[in-house]
């Protein structure tokens, strides 16, 4: 559906603050890129984790499904994303009540600290303790970033501004590709150190940028400043034509002001198609199986006969694919819209999937003996990067920030993005800490498993998502109400919209 557009244009001042704010999603990524590649690091293991050294070095098991399979190894990466888990619910009250800005700094912060401690960790201790801090920056990160890119947005270019901080979390990633690809070849073994520490760097972008960041009209408004958000918003559209995008922002901020105790509100009958969302969509999105890819690349290459350095080098290369084809989403999402992508996406990783769970099904079958040759081998990686192109386009920024900070109305909005957060780090942890077992008894048909979700959420979407291209982000209540299934939830009379315009729809 189809809404009307408010007055104003694409000024230069939000393109710059939307900037700044996605430079939030460098943390994200670089974290997600990083650990893999250190573990998987000699001097880092025997520092740290001298048994799972010692094991994998006596591990002569032919069989490859279950070469690599070591649970302490995987809970020291996977702490961090319990730690977000926590997090985004006090980063929650803190964007709501304080604005997101300071949800931003914060994050920032945290993780600036993080980085220090374990880029000059002496112990597991400061390891962990430096991760977690990590993890609590992310989740403020997480929380507040597409929060705050939905709410400056001008409606019709919502799409391309927030996924900027999907386009930094891919970066992120890809640094930390190049970055374990670079220090490896450190000889004195400090390179781990290096690959640590330089998560400064981003933190450092975002610290500094959330200072001189203004707050979003919504939350502005939400906390009873209604002068600065007008001027904000003047600033932002670039525009003294303001009157009926404030009005409607004042309408959201009554409705909002209202409400207490958003965590109980969001139980209520009208908000289920938001809470479902706001659960499935992060579910979904680890469900496609993305970061067995991204963790764990290196070792699934060296599980197909790679070298080490052909595996980190494979590694960059869909780190690579993974923001070049963000951009297609950038370019597109606003006017093919969120459901084509997102099944178009569906469709291509779906396929990938299939063949290549059979090309190992058939190199390694049920005993994973056997080895693979090259042009084999470099097959496989091509329909990876068919696959994370797929993703990147879809699933990536669709169902990691953009949708679940689009749908909430406002009273709701800190509250239900906080659930997509931790959702998401949840089933991030769950992979991570699954998939190497899993590989060890499902063999191929692990490909298959993620084939299977991938299907039930393409059907999920096609079925019971609704377009959001366009619509104004206070006026989503009118695309529920649109909605064949959803319909039934959203009461006839509606706070948020005037009787006339629920009338016409
Ligand atoms: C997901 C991450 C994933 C990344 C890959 C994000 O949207 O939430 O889990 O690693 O995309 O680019």
Redesign the pocket.
Known sequence: MESKEYPGKLTPFVVLTCLVAATGGLI??YD?GISGGVTSMDPFLMKFFPSVYRKEKQNQSSNQYCTFDSQILTTFTSSLYLAALVASFFASSVTRIFGRRWSMLAGGVSFLVGAALNGAAQDVFMLIFGRILLGIGVGFIGQSVPLYLSEMAPAKLRGMLNITC?LM??IG?FSANLINYGVSKIEAGWGWRLSLALAAVPATIITIGSLFLPDTPNSLIERGHDEKAKEILRKIRGTDDILEEYSDLVAAGKVSKKTRHPWINIVKRKYRPHLTMAILI?FF??LTG??VI?FYAPVLFKTLGFGSNTSLMSAVIIGLV?VCA?FVSIGTVDRLGRRLLFLQGGFQMLACQIILGTLIAIKFGTTGEGTIPKTYAAFMVLFICIYVAG??WS???L???LVPSEIFPLEIRSAGQSINVSV?MLF?FVVAQTFLPMLCHFKFGLFYFFAGWVIVMTIFIALFLPETKNVPIEKMILVWKAHWFWNKFIPDKNEHVSTKVMAMI
Request: no cysteine; aromatic share 8%.
């Open positions: 994200v990524g997600i999907q979390i891919t990633i992060p999105q680890q993305i970061n991204m993974n963000t993703f990147a699933w990536g920024p169902g990691g920030t998401n991030t």
